[in-house]
């Protein structure tokens, strides 16, 4: 076993070191400090995702469904390249907290996992999203890949691939309880039974499950939301007799997302299928913070600074002159921007710019002399970088190019001085899920703690170069 070791951005030659608001990272990878080296090279921006605490997330939802003997699966749902964490090693670390299943919503996604080796022999993988002319129902079906119906175009498409392959096609049976996105709604469901029943006795379809979406299962304090979530709970009870009457009753019932595991025990069915809280989120920032629920986020996103310099009172930053400096201060560019999926929305206003509006933009931790302090995006976000006001002078703060800053991290907490992305969505004005899916590909990715949580099999799965 090598030994571990901390490690920080220690970038320069001449011995001073930087300043770090994130890690210590430990790496029990001999090649760790040589990856995240190597990536500091590549980019100033890394997405640090830690294993660890996405299994341990995973274990919570399993425990939180009655452990790992009780009747009621848990999947991790892992599309959007896993909410922008990496898909392969998400799944991974999903399955080593004891998920039984995996989702995505796009096909290719799931063809991807069981490309990585996943095979039915490790889980069911289940795809809800296609458009039904086109879409490789004959490959989803020959790699044991579990497809959502919700229409008759869909039914038509999945027997057809089923019977030239002669091979029973897995499918789940989505219904509209309210949601008012895909499925069968309660009038054209006897249509749809119609077809399945012959299809399923003939033996093209095998009707494994039988789902649907909650629309505000994330609002439990606002009582008409949870009356209309009650309401599509019955709407769902009754699509299940009407399938049981016509003697095509589900093995697997599955309604509750991440918002409904955590608090509607009575709808687990058989399986429950938690996204966000699987990278250590709860669904809305009105339900509470990760840690009340007893999630970690696995996700730090950093950067290094790039230009620290002195500007005097009332210079405009950025683009449309919309922050003005309010007295003698220095400036830090984060080279992190829109391209990188860092929200515009999230550009951050003062009454003397142009906007004549006060607005708080996204928080930064930056690592002073005198202790961490949270920043605030200043002016508009930019393409490829945005701009942080210090409110003080960089050589008072010990405030350098070459600092590593945290934009979001594993929930320390104010005290700690550490924003979440729960945090910039907020500023942005939308969702953790959305910080997350769009942070794009050209920020590197890298794992903590693979070696620990995965076995050999699965950490030969992963780039070698990702792990820390
Ligand atoms: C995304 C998604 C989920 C997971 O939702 P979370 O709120 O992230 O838990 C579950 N089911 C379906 C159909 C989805 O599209």
């Known amino acids: ?89 998400s799944a991974l670390a999903a399955l080593a907290g004891g998920a039984t299943w995996l989702g995505t919503a796009q096909s290719h996604e799931a063809l991807a996992l069981r490309k990585a080796g996943i095979g039915p022999d490790r889980c069911h993988v289940l795809t809800w999203v296609y458009n039904g002319a086109r879409a490789p129902f004959d490959e989803l079906i020959e790699h044991d890949i579990d497809i959502s119906l919700g229409s008759m175009d869909g039914i038509e498409a999945v027997a057809a691939a089923a019977r030239s392959l002669g091979r029973p096609a897995r ?22 039974l119609a077809r399945l029943v012959p299809l399923a006795k003939e033996g093209v379809l095998h009707i494994v499950g039988q789902w649907s979406h909650l629309a505000v299962a994330d609002a439990p304090n606002v009582p008409a939301f949870v009356t209309s979530t009650d309401r599509q709970i019955d709407h769902f009870q009754d699509f299940t007799r009407r399938m049981e009457r016509a003697g095509i009753a589900p093995e697997i019932r599955h309604l509750a997302n991440t918002a409904a595991t955590l608090t509607r025990p009575q709808i687990h069915f058989e ?8 990278y250590g989120y709860e669904a809305d920032r009105a339900m509470g913070e990760p840690a009340d629920f007893a999630l970690t986020p696995a996700m730090t996103l950093q950067a290094q600074l790039a230009t620290v310099k002195d500007v005097e009172a009332g210079h405009g930053i950025s683009y449309g002159r919309t922050y003005l400096t309010d007295e003698p201060t220095s400036t830090a560019i984060v080279p992190l921007g829109y391209a990188d999926g860092i929200h515009r929305s999230a550009s951050g206003f003062d009454e003397v710019g142009a906007r004549h509006t006060d607005k708080e933009g996204g928080p930064v931790r930056v690592m002073t002399r005198q202790g ?29 190019e070459g600092d590593t800053v945290e934009l979001f991290g594993p929930g320390r907490g104010e005290r700690y001085g ?5 945090d910039w969505a907020k500023t942005a004005e939308t969702i953790s899920y959305e910080i997350f899916t769009c942070l794009r590909n050209r920020i590197p990715r890298l794992y903590r703690h693979a ?18």
């Not at 901390?6 to 210590?24: E, H, L, Q, R, Y």
């Open 1 to 89: 076993m090598p030994r571990a070791s901390d490690f920080v951005n220690d970038a320069s030659d001449n011995g001073a070191m930087t300043a770090n608001a994130c890690g210590p990272w430990t790496t029990t990878d001999p090649r760790g400090e040589a990856n995240y080296e190597a990536a500091l090279r590549r980019y100033p921006g890394q997405a640090i995702v830690d294993l660890a605490a996405m299994r341990d997330n995973m274990r919570h939802l399993v425990d939180v469904v009655g452990g790992p003997r009780s009747s009621t699966a848990v999947m991790g749902v892992v599309k959007a390249d896993a909410y922008g964490h990496g898909l392969i090693p």
């Open 171 to 192: 499918v789940h049976i989505k219904v509209d309880t309210g949601f008012g996105r895909n499925g069968f709604t309660e009038q054209a469901f006897d249509a749809a």
């Open 271 to 278: 399986l429950t299928r938690p996204g966000i809280a699987l």
């Open 372 to 400: 961490p302090r949270v920043l605030h995006v200043s002016g508009r976000v930019c393409m490829d970088q945005f701009i942080l006001d210090l409110h003080g002078h960089a050589a008072d703060m010990g405030v350098a």
């Open 418 to 422: 550490e924003p979440t992305a729960d």
């Open 451 to 468: 070696a620990e949580v995965l076995p050999a099999s699965d950490l030969a799965k992963l780039d070698p170069a990702t792990l820390l």
